[in-house]
C-alpha cells in the first residue's frame, strides 16, 4: 500500500526545533499545526489548549440538546443524563491532555457549573454546595482523583506495569530522614524545567500522592483507596 502524499503531514515540535523540509515521492509536504491521534487533538506546541475547546464544545452542544429535551430536571435522571452523555466528552483520553492552566480548567468546569445550574431542586446556592448535595465533585477533583488511582494501582501492583518505568520510590533510595522520605511509598519528584514537563502524568502526581496520609498509600485494594482520597476531596483536602 503506497502513502497518500496528500495526507501526509508535518509538524515542528520543539522551541529549536529547525523547521527542515520534507518530502515525499517528490512533493515537499505541508506543515500541520494540530493533529488527532486516537480522538485526541495534539498541536505543535504540546499544550491542550486545542483540545480543551473542542471538547468543552462538543460537550456543551450535547448538553443543550438535554436540556431542550428535558424541561423537568430532576437530580436523579437529569444528573444520571448529564454523567452518561455529556462528561465522557470533557474526559475522554484526559490522563494525557490533563490541562493545567486557568483558562483551560475554567473552560471545562465551566460546562459542569452549566449542568449543575440546571438541576431542578437543589438547596445549595454556590457550586461546591451543589455538587456535595448531588455527592459529586469538580472535573478537576476527578482529574486528581484518577491520577492517584492510576499511580496507586500501578505502585501497588495492580496493574501489570513495572512501576520503575514511571516513579522513583523512596523506598528504593536510602536517603536522610525527612517529612517526604518517611514512607517508602513516596516518590522522588524530579526536576522539569517547562511547564509541558511538569504537566506529564508522572510528575504532576507526585506531589499530591506524597501528601496523602501513609494508611491510604497502603490500602488493601483500589475500592478501599479510591473511597478515602474522594473523601479528601469532597473535603477540600487538596
Not at 457549573?113 to 445549595?124: C, D, E, F, K, P
Request: proline residues 4%.
Amino acid at each position: 500500500m503506497e502513502f497518500n502524499v496528500g495526507k501526509c503531514k508535518v509538524m515542528h515540535i520543539g522551541r529549536n526545533n529547525a523547521m527542515a523540509e520534507y518530502t515525499m515521492s517528490g512533493r515537499i509536504l505541508d506543515t500541520s499545526e494540530a493533529e488527532r491521534d486516537i480522538g485526541v487533538k495534539v498541536s505543535k506546541s504540546l499544550r491542550p489548549a486545542v483540545q480543551c475547546r473542542e471538547a468543552a464544545g462538543r460537550a456543551n452542544v450535547v448538553l443543550g440538546q438535554i436540556s431542550r429535551a428535558f424541561h423537568f430536571r430532576d437530580k436523579l435522571t437529569f444528573v444520571k443524563l448529564y454523567k452518561q452523555y455529556v462528561r465522557p466528552h470533557l474526559e475522554f483520553a484526559v490522563p494525557a491532555w490533563s490541562p493545567w492552566t486557568l483558562g483551560d480548567k475554567e473552560m471545562l468546569e465551566k460546562i459542569q457549573r452549566r449542568a449543575v445550574r440546571m438541576v431542578s431542586g437543589l438547596q445549595g446556592r454556590t457550586y461546591e454546595d451543589r455538587l456535595q448535595e448531588l455527592g459529586m465533585i469538580s472535573l478537576e477533583g476527578r482529574r486528581t482523583l484518577y491520577d492517584l488511582v492510576q499511580t496507586f494501582k500501578i505502585i501497588r501492583g495492580f496493574d501489570d506495569v513495572d512501576y520503575s518505568i514511571w516513579f522513583d520510590l523512596v523506598g528504593n533510595n536510602p536517603t536522610r530522614h525527612t517529612r517526604q522520605t518517611n514512607d517508602p511509598l513516596n516518590i522522588i519528584r524530579p526536576n522539569p524545567r517547562n511547564d509541558i514537563r511538569r504537566s506529564f502524568f508522572s510528575i504532576r502526581v507526585v506531589d499530591t500522592w506524597n501528601a496523602l496520609p501513609s494508611e491510604i498509600k497502603h490500602a488493601k485494594s483500589v475500592n478501599m483507596f479510591k473511597n478515602s482520597v474522594r473523601e479528601l476531596i469532597k473535603n477540600n483536602v487538596f
